[in-house]
């Protein structure tokens, strides 16, 4: 209209732009002579990060790529998909009414995780109440899935949603090459089936076990990689293998780089592709299932899990995935509940409903932080797959990737331990006299204890010092053995070292140990002891004393061992555990000091 006030473009002639140089000679100012090099971010990626950036850093990339857009205008937003298990041998009705409800009150999708084939699943249950046509539904089979996905195709010739068995991520090489021919006919069963991925790369599997987002992406496009060179045949080609794929990340609390690691694995993934001579418009299809990160997930104080999930969930859909699993915050020691689980579905929902995060694509696009941070994650990605490559692929380097995966996470475990990596509830602004949820002895003794993330040395160091203390109370006549971990014990007595004056530190060195070796607490209702053990000494330990009928203990389990004084002490000595002493300090001392009880 004639009338309408047209806008005045805005400017500011009085403020006149501020250089970079303008900006670090005030930060030199600021800090009154301290080094600037000081405030550098010496991150866990193995690369340094600025304190501040500016445009100059954007001009340093060269030609910006444009916005991550995805296939469709309607894909701005994500799916909340929250996962139901299937128990073995199972009819899974329970699970399709518990996924019910989920749809209900504000899934976009479920995903269901079988612990073994899902040969007894009643797929027509399933259909019955969440149709195969129009549910999204995710299959995570161990075993046997085309024969899932034959009956669930019997049911309905359309289906939407995603497989996930990635044979050579969870059984590695030689074992993967037998998982080949099934795989080739899950590819060939959906190979019409636009809404449905059959080929999931479990990236997460890097993710939880402490791997850098380097790594998780480096690694993932090496498990990419081997698909396309070995699944096509005469009936697929490396175009139909590509089509079928999708990504499942795990989303750590590093907010901006979590961001970064999204926005880097899809560049990167229009890379690969383009390496094996595929048109980039099969890159615009990729999805990227994320899930909250397992590894820094804590039993101790856990309602500050809500708080970690929430920036992992933002950071998720802010990177660009196209679905998100959310866990509820008490899944590491109790069977989820309808609470937590209502409030995991729901956090995914505020931030679309409330937050609006699905309404702009790729709103990173342009910061100079985030845009400097996705090229120097793509670059250093980038670099580790080739150098993977390089050795013979995935499959051959699998040894040293396992032995790259737990040298960073020693690492983080011991930032942990040494209070250098704040986990907020656990090594730092803990409750002093924090009441369980749960019953320790029971959760250390059960199978299903994730005992692999970065937080348990920690807090199995909490628990156990609280069993301990509790059981002089009452007289308890019962002796224990807990796995601390591996090399804990060095950790464990350099926090002890910062509770002690300066002086007598110094005095204090720490003992040679072997960081191949474990470390237990040994307990009775009197004192108790740091000690050092072999795997084969624990292992031989844990078969007289708790599982005398089970041949294939894992390292991390059982945890908890326990007995008669007299037994467990003349079985500590016969297998030959040796204890850890530092001058004359007990490990009543030591845990005392650090339980702040001294």
Not at 363 to 385: I, K, M, N, Q, V
């Amino acid at each position: 209209m004639a009338d309408t006030p047209r806008p005045a473009p805005v400017s500011f002639p009085e403020f006149q732009p501020v250089s970079t140089e303008a900006w670090q000679e005030r930060i030199r100012r600021d800090l009154k002579g301290a080094d600037p090099a000081a405030l550098l971010w010496h991150s866990s990626e193995g690369f340094d990060i600025q304190p501040f950036y500016h445009r100059e850093a954007l001009e340093t990339l060269g030609d910006l790529p444009s916005p991550l857009l995805p296939e469709t205008a309607a894909d701005r937003s994500w799916r909340n998909v929250p996962v139901v298990r299937v128990a073995p041998l199972n009819s899974g009705h329970e699970a399709v009414d518990q996924a019910r409800i989920s749809l209900d009150r504000g899934a976009d999708g479920v995903h269901f995780i079988f612990s073994d084939d899902a040969s007894e699943f009643d797929v027509d249950y399933l259909h019955s109440f969440l149709p195969l046509d129009t549910t999204f539904i995710g299959y995570s089979v161990p075993h046997h899935p085309t024969g899932l996905l034959r009956r669930l195709l019997a049911a309905s010739k359309e289906l939407g949603g995603f497989l996930l068995t990635d044979p050579l991520t969870h059984y590695h090489n030689p074992e993967f090459v037998s998982h080949l021919p099934e795989l080739r006919t899950a590819l060939q069963l959906t190979q019409d089936l636009p809404k449905f991925k059959a080929l999931t790369i479990d990236a997460s599997f890097f993710g939880n076990r402490g791997g850098t987002n380097t790594q998780q992406i480096g690694y993932a496009l090496n498990v990419a990689a081997t698909y396309l060179e070995a699944l096509p045949n005469a009936d697929l080609s490396v175009a139909d293998v590509a089509a079928a794929m999708q990504l499942h990340l795990a989303i750590g609390t590093s907010y901006f780089l979590e961001i970064a690691k999204l926005r880097a694995v899809r560049r990167l993934w229009a890379t690969l592709l383009h390496a094996f001579n595929l048109p980039p418009s099969l890159a615009g299809m990729l999805r990227i299932h994320t899930s909250t990160s397992s590894w820094l997930q804590t039993t101790l104080d856990p309602h500050t899990n809500l708080l970690r999930f929430t920036t992992e969930a933002m950071a998720a859909v802010l990177g660009g995935a196209t679905s998100l699993t959310v866990a509820p915050f008490d899944s590491l020691y109790r069977e989820p509940g309808e609470f937590s689980e209502r409030l995991a579905r729901n956090l995914s929902i505020i931030l679309r409903e409330e937050s609006q995060l699905g309404r702009v694509t790729d709103p990173a696009a342009g910061s100079y932080y985030l845009e400097t941070l996705t090229d120097t994650l793509a670059r250093e990605a980038w670099a580790l797959f080739q150098a993977t490559e390089a050795k013979g692929g995935l499959s051959k380097a699998w040894g040293s990737i396992l032995e790259e995966l737990r040298t960073v996470s020693r690492q983080q475990f011991h930032r942990i331990a040494t209070g250098e990596q704040v986990i907020v509830g656990s090594n730092r602004f803990t409750q002093a006299e924090e009441e369980f949820e749960f019953d320790p002895k029971k959760l250390l003794r059960s199978r299903s204890f994730d005992t692999t993330r970065a937080t348990y040395p920690t807090e199995v160091l909490r628990l156990v010092t609280a069993m301990h203390f509790r059981r002089q109370l009452q007289q308890n006549q019962r002796a224990a053995v807990v796995l601390l971990g591996q090399d804990a014990n060095r950790a464990i007595l350099e926090s002890f070292l910062k509770t002690l004056p300066q002086e007598e530190r110094a005095s204090l060195p720490l003992p040679e140990t072997s960081e191949d070796t474990l470390s237990v607490l040994f307990s009775t209702p009197e004192t108790v002891t740091l000690m050092y053990a072999t795997v084969e000494q624990y292992h031989a330990l844990a078969r007289e004393v708790s599982a005398p009928d089970t041949a294939d203990l894992s390292i991390h389990l059982p945890t908890l061992l326990s007995s008669d004084v007299a037994t467990m002490q003349a079985a500590i000595q016969r297998h030959g555990f040796q204890e850890l002493s530092v001058n004359s300090y007990k490990t009543d001392d030591i845990l005392a000091r650090l339980q702040g009880k001294t």
